[in-house]
Structure formats: C-alpha cells, structure tokens
C-alpha cells in the first residue's frame, strides 16, 4: 500500500506540473477539469502518504475553505475545482525551483568565492556581513536551503567555537540573511507572489526590496558588533587564525578564480533572462521564472560537458525531491480554495470598510502600518512566509487599497522578514536550530527581538515617508 501510495503522489505531483505549463499556453476546459481532480487526488494521496497527524494545517486550510464556500452560496464542487487551480502558478513554481540547488553541488563554489576573498573576511564585522549578504545571494538558489548549507560553511572555519555566544555570531548572520533575502530575490516564493499578485512593477519592487535588505544588512553588523562589545568576545583574533589554518588545503588560486567567475556568470545569466524574457514578451513572472529554470539547468550540464547526470537528477528529483514537496504543494492548494470561497463573499469589502473606519477614528494609522503583524501573527501560528503571503496577498489584490503596490509589496514583505526572524514555529528557524542544537526561542525571538523591532521602525519609516510623496 504504501509504494502504490508513493509511486501515485509522485505521477499526480509530476502530472500536475506538466498540465500547468501546457493548459497555461493552451487553455483546454477538459484538461483544466482533469488538472483540478489531478490536484483533488494529490491531497488525498498526500494525506495517505504523510498522515492525518502530519498533514492538519491543509486539512484545516480545505475544511476552512469548504465551510466559506457554503456560506457564499456557491456550488461547492464547481467552487473546489476553480480553487485547485487558483494556485497553479505556485504549485509549477515549488516544483521546479528546488532543481536549482542540483547546479551548487556540482562545484565547491561558496569554497572558492570565500578563499579568493579572504583579505574581505579576515574581521568580524566584514565576515559577519559577508555572510548575511551571501546568504541573500545563495538563497536565490536554495531558498531556505541555504541556512544549513551556509552554517556547514561556517563550521568548516569555526568548527571549535561551539559556545552559545558563537552560536548567536554564526546562527544571527544566516538567520537574518535568508530573512531579508524575502525582500527582493525573484526565486523566493512569497516575493514574486506578492509583486505578481499584486501588480507591482519587478524592478521597483526588487531594487526598494534590495536597498531594504542592503540597510537591513548593516544594521545586523550593528547588531552584532554591540554584542561582541558588550561580552567582550574578540571574534577577529580566533577567525583569522582559522581561516589561515582552512586555507592552507584551498585549491589553486586559478582554479579558484575560475570557479567565482564561473558562479557569478551563473548567477546573472539565470536572474538575467528571467528579467529580459519578462521585459520583451511581458509573460507571467511565476511562469517565465520554472521555464528559464529548467532550461538554465539543462544548459549548465551541457556547457560543463555532463549531460549524461541529466538523466540521474531527473530520477532523483522525482523519485525524493518531489515528495519532499508534498506537504508545501498542498498547502497551496487548499489555500487557492479558501481564497477562491473569500472572493465569493463579501470579505474582502468588509476588511476596507474596517480599516477605513479605524483610520478615522486613528489618522495616524494606515494599513500599511499593520499589515506586517498580520503576517508576524499568522507566523507564530506556524504559517510560513509562502502559506501567508499567498493568503494575504491573494485578499489584498481584491482589496483595491488606495497606495502604490511595490509599498504593499515592501509592507508584507517586511512582515515576512520579522516572522522568519521570531516565530519559533516556521521552517527557516526549524531548520537552523535542526543545524546548531539550540532551542526554537533561542534562535528565533531570544536572539533577533530587538533587531526585528528596529528594523520595523526603519522600514516603517521609509513606506510612511513615500506614501506621502509617491
């Protein structure tokens, strides 16, 4: 029972996709109502795969959703099929985007790009901003992936510094790198969803988006430069002793050099045609970013002259990566139905006619100001930052609220950074307290409250200003 199962999710995930990308550039009615039972049997068998105990937030997500769609009137079974493919996009886009890190592995390139600029790292405050910086880039790749292979990185340096203090030097820099990267990298889900959504212009999100993550950068140096001060922890001594100790065993300084060239033409040729194909032919970004992925991938192993591991990435993504993909897949599935059943009813008017009359009463206040703790809130419920931009994103693109998209972008963008930071429930801080073996509220709220407050007020700052001059 149990292969049937697994073998079964791995078509139906596999059968989605494919569908996805053929009905978005031929829109066939029969082959839409087969994607929408493909991904009606893809919860099922997702449930019977993962289990009941595992799987309660998309089951809550779906009942949440059907019990919406009764109250709206609306025929339930039409509603349910319209919302399996309301989130089509994403589910193409979580398919594929995982791909990218198959290219990483291929070469030691985060190796080589630290050893040639060592004279840039050789301080705590340069390398603690190298590696919030670089965690950004590498997300671009691995999303939340980065976090546990950014910290083997480190440890390969300051494998002996194990002390809770180390580990809020190390643990803070990636943490808070993955967390910013959610302003501004076009891989990142929840960010292109959100400018996609709603309507914002790329480049302006992706630039506001990065000069927010350049100041959130600094101020994260700030930070942790005050607490090295403060326990008086010489970090600079220890490092440069390390690291001329790693060095020693670091390949040939051409190879090296090779190696950085070849990651940064990587790095702009896929952001590059994403961008050009975007620009001349004004194509869906969630549906331009899987394509130019798949066929960046494709590439790369014919230029490096293997493309016969081709055919073995292809069998192991879909035989484990796909599964792994299960759980986040459903999510936005069930979430596209409650979305479906909320633009059926009269919710989204509501929420304004709210907002309008709070402002009256509070004119200081605007919901650009409280959007981030919808976000904050929801992540302290254990929702992701995808699950809740997809959720409120989807509500704020029917709200016509009356402010330039890219701030609403920019406002639950931040949000997201601040909920990665301090909800001790969402995968990001899982997963470095899975790396490090400190507790969920020790990575999470412990050591980043005080820099999410400060960097709410910055931004905050910033979005209050241009409202009034955009």
Do not use: C
Not at 75 to 101: A, K, R
Not at 170 to 197: D, H, N, Y
Not at 355 to 380: A, D, K, R, S
Not at 406 to 417: F, H, M
């Amino acid at each position: 029972m149990k292969t049937f199962t697994t073998w079964g999710l791995r078509l139906l995930i596999a059968t989605y996709a494919i569908l996805y990308f053929f009905t978005a550039f031929f829109e066939i009615a029969i082959l839409l109502d087969v994607l929408s039972i493909v991904g009606i049997s893809m919860f099922i068998f997702s449930l019977l795969y993962i289990s009941i105990a595992k799987f309660k937030l998309p089951i809550f997500i779906l009942v949440a959703g059907i019990i919406v769609l009764f109250y709206s009137g609306y025929s339930v079974v039409d509603s349910l099929f319209s919302g399996m493919l309301l989130m089509s996009d994403m589910i193409g886009l979580l398919v594929v985007v995982p791909l990218i890190s198959w290219v990483l592995r291929e070469e030691p390139y985060i190796e080589d790009i630290m050893s040639v600029f060592y004279k840039f790292l050789n301080t705590s405050k340069k390398f603690y901003f190298s590696l919030t910086a670089f965690t950004q880039i590498i997300a671009y790749f691995l999303l939340f992936g980065s976090i546990p292979m950014m910290y083997q990185f480190v440890n390969v340096i300051l494998k002996e510094q194990k002390t809770e203090m180390w580990e809020n030097f190390k643990g803070t820099a990636l943490l808070r790198g993955f967390a910013l990267s959610t302003l501004w990298v076009v891989s990142i889900p929840s960010f292109i969803f959100a400018v996609e959504t709603l309507g914002a212009s790329l480049w302006i999100a992706i630039l506001q988006g990065l000069s927010v993550a350049v100041i959130g950068t600094i101020l994260a140096v700030i930070f942790a430069s005050f607490k090295e001060r403060k326990y008086d922890f010489n970090v600079t001594e220890v490092l440069q002793a390390n690291m001329k100790e790693v060095l020693k065993n670091a390949s040939h300084e051409h190879v090296r050099k090779k190696k950085v060239i070849e990651f940064v033409f990587l790095f702009i040729s896929l952001f590059g045609t994403i961008f050009l194909i975007h620009g001349l032919f004004h194509i869906k970004l969630l549906l331009i970013i899987p394509i130019v992925i798949i066929l960046w991938i494709i590439a790369f192993y014919f230029i490096k002259k293997r493309a016969y591991k081709l055919f073995g990435v292809a069998k192991d993504y879909f035989q484990e990566g796909m599964l792994n993909q299960a759980y986040q897949l459903n999510v936005m599935l069930t979430v596209g139905v409650l979305i479906f059943g909320l633009r059926q009813t009269e919710f989204a008017g509501t929420v304004v006619i709210g907002l309008n009359v709070m402002q009256e009463y509070f004119p200081i206040i605007n919901p650009l100001f409280l959007l981030p703790f919808i976000v904050i809130i929801l992540g302290f419920f254990g929702l992701g930052p995808l699950t809740v931009m997809v959720l409120v994103a989807g509500i704020l693109s029917s709200m016509n609220l009356p402010y330039p998209p890219e701030l609403i972008v920019l406002a639950v963008t931040s949000g997201s950074v601040i909920s990665i930071l301090i909800s001790p429930v969402i995968m990001p801080v899982i997963v470095l307290s899975a790396s490090n073996g400190l507790s969920l509220f020790t990575n999470g709220l412990k050591f980043n409250w005080k820099y999410a407050l400060v960097f709410y007020i910055i931004v905050q700052s910033y979005i209050q200003v241009m409202v009034h001059i955009w």
